[in-house]
Structures are given as structure tokens and as C-alpha cells.
């Protein structure tokens, strides 16, 4: 039961790239549908994809593999947790897929079952067992099947008591399936999970169900109607559910990740930026000005049903900053953001300033900030502007758009551990910190 370390890509490598791995990374993804191989040049996938024989390769987000295997290993830890958590977060229901960002879901159902096992082992129930003179006296029963003897006074007197003792009993098949099952993610999964090594003599004692696996989910469908307790009904739901997601594979290849790894990006930079005690969080995109039709005949309005949907809006005791988690590599003009988003992000700094600014007072610094992943805090790009054609810079009718890099792994560590530790620095001036 030896748990594997992987083999590290990473998110938009070469399709080349993959040619070592071909017969499990390649076969796999493309009878999955995933990643995007025959219309890119790059790989669009972050995530684990594990084979039983042939081991793990797991696809690390952009701009984060650093060729150091002890690094990259507490990089790929994190970047499954990551998913875990955002899959839980995201779905409707823990173990349910995002149709459009791949199957974190499943990722946060093996964490769960692990943590399960970590805390509290196998699955038990606690039985009375009827035994004969060893427990406590079950005097009905004795009295119905024991012979008495007559005592020297006449009472009846009783050579064997029938009675009964409490055991847990952990044979029942749930455990049973449970051990089996985290067997299985302790070979797949012990190198980003925890726990489940310290409890490996339980899983080796308990029996393989008497069952081919591919009948186990109709095993527990059958069992789930008579369960009461809310931890075997637990165990029994996220078991069918592991068991119908890792069976899609016939040769027990497992899949899990993610093909467009930019809305977890976007995400975890919402939630782990370090914000200044006066932002008070308003709901921003409820309060930007909307696109409104007027009608000819009515000359009523006819709103769109959507507006603008700004990524993240920090707000300090200065102005307010505009951030725009962008998930490209941002290593020229060629790898960074378009026009399109270009002009979108310009768009909003005029939509935010009617909401702040008031007539008659100064106007509020708004700044506008792409945030990109990066390995070390530090990128070539300094920012986006707009020029004329002779090259002299526009009017402040077209501020720039700062272009900042922040760590993947950083941002990984803090939303993992739920923390908002993540610091958005000027690459202007790195000393300067965008938080007051």
C-alpha cells in the first residue's frame, strides 16, 4: 500500500511535452475530452491524473513548477487541496461536478473521506452480542431456556446464566467497502492528503468486501435505506459517489482536476487579498451604472438583464482599486491580455468613478490592476496604457492598467489555510504596498 509521488507539469505545457507520458496523460485526456489537446498547442489542465501501474503526473497551475521536486511536491499538495476546496465551495452540493470547470467535486469527496478515516477510523457499530455466562444477565431469557436445580432451600438455582455483552462490530460491509475504498486513496492520494498512513494497520485488518467492485455502489444503494446514523449515511453517499466517478475508467485511470483553471485563480485572489480595515466589501457589480434599451413607441427603458462583473474592488481610506485576476503567463504583449479586456478594464474605472465620485469634491483615486500568477512575485510587464500614434501618452481620459505579479504559491497557502495574507505589491515600486 505504498502511496505514489508524482511526476510535475504544469498548466499550459507544450502538448510535445507530453510525448514521455503519452500512454497514460495523453490516452486519458483525450477520451475524457479534456484539455483541450486537438485545437491547442497547450495543455489547458490543472490537476491530478493517476493510473494504478504507471503512477501520478499532476499539472500544476501556470507560472508555479520550479524543478525542484520537494518544492514542487508541496506545491502539487497544495494545488489539490485547493481544488478540494474549491469544488466543495462551487457545486451545489460537495460531491456534485461543475459542468464547465471539470470535477473538483470529486477531489473534496476524497478529502472528506480521508479526514473521515484520520478522525475517526473505520466505520463500527456498537452491538449486543448473546453469550452464556460471560456479561450481564439476561434472567428472561435464562429462565426460558436454562434448567434450574433445586437449591438447599428449595429456590431454583441456575448452573449456566444466559447474557449478553456489548461489542463494535466493524465486519459490516460499509466498513468494509470504507477500507477498501481508502486503501485506495491512500495509493492515490497520501502525498497531498494527511492521516490516513497513521491508521494504515486498521485498513490491512479489515476484510475486502465479498463483492466484485464494480457492485459496490448497488451494494451501498441497497444499504442506505436502513441506515440511521448520520455517519454511515454520510459514508454511504460519498462512497457510491467516489465509486461511480473512479469506475468511468475502465482501465482504473482516475481523473481530477480542472480544464480552465482561471476561475479558481480569480477565486483565490477574492478571498485571500489582504484588504484595509475601511473596506467595508460592498456588493460593487450591484451598484455599477447598467446598459438600458429605450423603447421607440413607450420610451421606456429596457434594461439587459446583466451588467458589468468586476473581478475584485479593494477599497482603502485613499480610493479604490479595480483588480482583474488574469491568469496568463504576461511574459509580452503577446502572452498578456487583449484589447477587449483592455478597454473592459478602462470601462470600469468610468462605471466605479459615477458610484464614488461626487459632484464638486476632488475625485477619488481609482487605480486599475491586472494581477497575474507568477513564481516569484516579479514579471516584465509594468503596465497597459494607451498611446497616440506618434507614440506620446494619451490623455487621463485613458488612465494605465497596473500590471502586478503575485505568487501562485502564496495565494494557494492562504486560501488553502483560509487566509487573506496575500499582498498586492506595485512592480513599480515593490516596496510599496497596495493595502493602507
Not at 13 to 23: I, M, S, T, W
Not at 196 to 208: D, G, K
Not at 314 to 324: A, K, P, Q
Amino acid at each position: 500500500m505504498r502511496p505514489d509521488r508524482p511526476v510535475f507539469l504544469s498548466d499550459r505545457d507544450p502538448v510535445a511535452a507530453l510525448d514521455r507520458h503519452a500512454d497514460t496523460v495523453l490516452t486519458a485526456m483525450r477520451e475524457r475530452g479534456i484539455g483541450r489537446l486537438d485545437d491547442q498547442k497547450t495543455v489547458h489542465y490543472c490537476g491530478l491524473i493517476h493510473h494504478p501501474e504507471k503512477g501520478a503526473v499532476v499539472f500544476l497551475p501556470r507560472e508555479a513548477k520550479t524543478g525542484n521536486s520537494d518544492v514542487d511536491l508541496e506545491t502539487a499538495s497544495l494545488t489539490m487541496r485547493a481544488l478540494a476546496r474549491f469544488g466543495a465551495e462551487t457545486s451545489k452540493r460537495d460531491f456534485e461536478d461543475d459542468g464547465e470547470a471539470g470535477n473538483p467535486g470529486a477531489l473534496s469527496v476524497i478529502k472528506r473521506l480521508a479526514d473521515d478515516f484520520r478522525d475517526r477510523g473505520l466505520f463500527s457499530e456498537r452491538i449486543r452480542q448473546q453469550t452464556r455466562n460471560a456479561g450481564k444477565p439476561d434472567w428472561t431469557r435464562t429462565i426460558k431456556r436454562e434448567l434450574a436445580m433445586p437449591g438447599h432451600r428449595g429456590q431454583p438455582v441456575f448452573t449456566d446464566i444466559q447474557t449478553s455483552r456489548a461489542t463494535r462490530s466493524t465486519d459490516a460491509l460499509l466498513a468494509q467497502i470504507q477500507a477498501a475504498v481508502v486503501r485506495e486513496i491512500h495509493v492515490a492520494h497520501a502525498w497531498w492528503l494527511s492521516g490516513t498512513s497513521s491508521r494504515r494497520q486498521e485498513l490491512l485488518s479489515c476484510p475486502r468486501p465479498p463483492f466484485p467492485r464494480t457492485n459496490w455502489a448497488r451494494k451501498l444503494d441497497a444499504l442506505l435505506p436502513s441506515l440511521y446514523s448520520g455517519r454511515s449515511i454520510f459514508l454511504a453517499e460519498y462512497l457510491r459517489f467516489y465509486l461511480r466517478e473512479t469506475r468511468k475508467s475502465s482501465d482504473g485511470m482516475f481523473v481530477f482536476g480542472v480544464s480552465d483553471f482561471h476561475s479558481v485563480w480569480e477565486t483565490m485572489l477574492r478571498e485571500t487579498i489582504l484588504r484595509s480595515p475601511h473596506d467595508r466589501r460592498r456588493n460593487w457589480n450591484s451598484e455599477l451604472p447598467k446598459p438600458v434599451y429605450v423603447l421607440r413607441e413607450t420610451g421606456k427603458d429596457d434594461p439587459r438583464s446583466r451588467g458589468m462583473q468586476t473581478d475584485i474592488i479593494l477599497e482603502d481610506n485613499s480610493g479604490y482599486t479595480i483588480v482583474d485576476a488574469k491568469y496568463y503567463a504576461a511574459k509580452s504583449a503577446e502572452s498578456a491580455p487583449g484589447w477587449p479586456d483592455i478597454a473592459k478594464q478602462m470601462f470600469y474605472e468610468k462605471a466605479l468613478r459615477e458610484v464614488v465620485d461626487i459632484a464638486g469634491e476632488p475625485a477619488n483615486r481609482v487605480d486599475n490592476i491586472f494581477a497575474f500568477p507568477s513564481n516569484n512575485c516579479d514579471g516584465p510587464l509594468v503596465s497597459a496604457e494607451i498611446r497616440r500614434a506618434d507614440g506620446a501618452s494619451a490623455s487621463t481620459t485613458f488612465p494605465p492598467i497596473k500590471c502586478v505579479y503575485v505568487s501562485v504559491r502564496d495565494v494557494l497557502g492562504s486560501y488553502v489555510s483560509g487566509a487573506q495574507g496575500v499582498v498586492l505589491i506595485d512592480s513599480e515600486n515593490p516596496a510599496h504596498s497596495r493595502v493602507d
